[in-house]
């Protein structure tokens, strides 16, 4: 009964990404700032805005700050502000050089 948008969250797993909702991961402000800035992340939502959910496409968008955890940017001013967003683990693919 998942979704494609679900799959997809989860599938972004693997290659870095993280929850951008509120769990133990993140501080309030993290993710009530994800919620204002990037309302269809995600990494934070698999449904629209309004809560409906779609069994035939993906309405959800990557924010700069899920491009920077796969390893698409490397900086989103973001990690400034909210130092936790930082990168937790290697990129697939990026030397150790490579990373920040």
């Known amino acids: 009964e998942e979704t494609p948008a679900a799959f997809a969250h989860e599938i972004l797993h693997v290659f870095g ?3 951008l909702y509120q769990d133990e ?12 800035a990037y ?12 809560g409906r959910k779609y069994e035939d496409q993906i309405v959800n968008e990557i924010s700069p700050i899920t491009a920077y955890h796969l390893g698409w940017i490397d900086y989103t001013e973001e990690i400034d ?5 930082r990168r937790k683990q ?7 050089s490579e990373q920040r």
């Open 39 to 50: 309302p269809m992340e995600i990494m934070y939502i698999v449904t629209d805005v309004d």
């Open 81 to 85: 502000v909210f130092p936790q967003l």
């Open 17 to 19: 990404a993280h929850d």
């Open 25 to 36: 991961e993140y501080t309030k402000d993290v993710t009530d700032y994800v919620k204002k």
């Open 90 to 96: 290697k990129n697939i693919g990026k030397n150790e």
